[in-house]
């Protein structure tokens, strides 16, 4: 998606839109006799802890099962971002576009999978027998055949989400006495439910909380610094791995976290607007998850809050990409990265020590590979990728040290950009860019 930068750019627009209109959802026979999930019938009670049968292929006893479902192969499909985008006419549309996708869905499903209408345009799908990663997996693969059944071939069209649900035990109740398939539908409804209201009331808690400080990046081969990375107040030090276990952006949902990321960016873009420095304005560096940005909807969202900040973002902001995975393609991060590309000076990708997949960004305006924290015994390591990000061009970000040993390490790999409280203490507002003394 392409977000417009004129007329304040507060607008959004695509290249890859399809105008559809409201008879095409029309055509064909009517689905409404298609059940979206098996039908609901009383089952035999075998006895295998307090489970009913329908709960056997996820676990042996009923707290096996009930643990099973809860940590992973719950998947949720949504159509937010087909809301969004056909919004004016998603009245016209919606019930047509729901009715098709459960009767897909639902034609999709194992045998023992169970299928869970949820509000308006999502959809939980549990799978029997399946890992965290093979649920997500082959709910990917529903969401992508349901994209062409909707709406055709689209170029680089990814208008549904794919997100686990992250339920807890509690969120569950009277599911040992359910005895039909009708039961357990409506008891994972209500939970799913139970969970996002919880998660909403959490979000909302945590926002009230949400401040920006920010933190030089010392650029010492230059001995300047004009590069500030922003951080969020509200956290114990930098963002490390030594979260509290109450940090929202650590424990709770994808939704969660990406909500919290969207927070961030529109706290950071109320600092901007007060900032109040003449002349030459230093860069940021703000942090979000590749996952965020790799969900369609709030990617979406995400590149229409960098619509609305001032122009200076544009040609003075950095977003760094936290937590980028190994083996993603070429293809898939030119998706991602081009629906932000105008609105941001361009991207850092914050990695693991291990990762090597510098062939799918290098024609990407990807400029830094940055690095947070780690361990003495990691030096080894910290000086391979960095030496291999040096060889393809690109520049090398140190964050988080908190000891001499790391900071000396860090002069001594000649990092282009270093941080953390080694360095100083993290301040409200950023500074007018500077050169450091000579010794």
């Known amino acids: 998606m392409v977000v417009a930068k004129d007329m304040g750019r507060a607008d959004s627009g695509s290249e890859d839109t399809a105008q559809i209109s409201p008879d095409f959802y029309n055509q064909g026979r009517r689905t409404g006799d298609v059940k979206p999930y098996p039908a609901a019938r009383e089952v035999k009670h075998y006895e295998i802890g307090e489970a009913t049968s329908f709960l056997r292929p996820f676990g042996k006893t009923y707290r096996e099962a009930l643990e099973n479902l809860v940590t992973g192969s719950i998947q949720i499909i949504g159509l937010d971002e087909v809301k969004t985008r056909y919004k004016e006419r998603w009245g016209e549309i919606r019930e047509n576009i729901v009715e098709i996708a459960e009767s897909y869905i639902g034609r999709k499903l194992g045998r023992h999978d169970i299928f869970v209408p949820l509000d308006d345009g999502h959809f939980a799908l549990l799978f029997a027998n399946a890992s965290r ?36 035990i509690e969120d569950f109740e009277g599911l040992d006495k359910i005895r039909s398939l009708e039961g357990l539908v409506s008891c994972f409804h209500t939970a799913i439910l139970r969970a996002q209201e919880r998660e909403t009331r959490e979000v909302k808690l945590r926002e ?112 760094n990409v936290q937590d980028v995975p190994d083996g993603v393609p070429n293809s ?75 900071a000396r390490a860090a002069f001594k790999m000649q990092v282009d950009y270093v941080s953390g409280p080694i360095f100083g203490s993290a301040q409200n507002a950023p500074a007018k860019p500077f050169s450091l003394p000579e010794k």
């Open 332 to 406: 898939r991060y030119r998706q991602i990265l081009g629906a932000l590309r105008q609105l941001v000076l361009g991207f850092a990708f914050e990695v693991d020590i291990r990762w090597k997949d510098f062939a799918a960004i290098n024609d990407l305006p990807v400029f830094a590979i940055s690095l947070v924290g780690h361990e003495r015994l990691d030096l080894g390591q910290i000086s391979a990728l960095f030496t291999a990000a040096k060889e393809q061009g690109l520049k090398c970000i140190w964050r988080s040290l908190d000891n001499d040993e790391l």
């Open 208 to 319: 009230a909380d949400v401040g920006i400080r920010f933190r030089p990046l010392i650029n010492r081969r230059k001995r300047f610094v004009g590069l500030y990375e922003a951080l969020d107040a509200s956290r114990e030090g930098d963002i490390a791995a030594t979260a509290m276990p109450e940090d929202l952006r650590q424990s709770g949902s994808h939704r969660t976290r990406a909500e919290l990321d969207c927070v961030i960016l529109t706290e950071l873009g109320n600092i901007i607007e007060k900032l109040d420095i003449q002349g030459r304005r230093p860069a940021l560096l703000l942090p979000v998850r590749f996952e965020t940005l790799a969900n369609s909807y709030f990617r979406s969202k995400y590149a229409r809050l960098l619509a609305t900040l001032p122009n200076y973002t544009d040609r003075h902001l950095i977003l």
């Open 133 to 168: 990663q093979e649920a997500l997996q082959r709910s990917r693969a529903i969401a992508n055949d349901l994209v062409n059944k909707l709406f055709g071939e689209l170029p680089g069209g990814e208008l549904i989400s794919v997100e686990a649900a992250m339920l807890t």
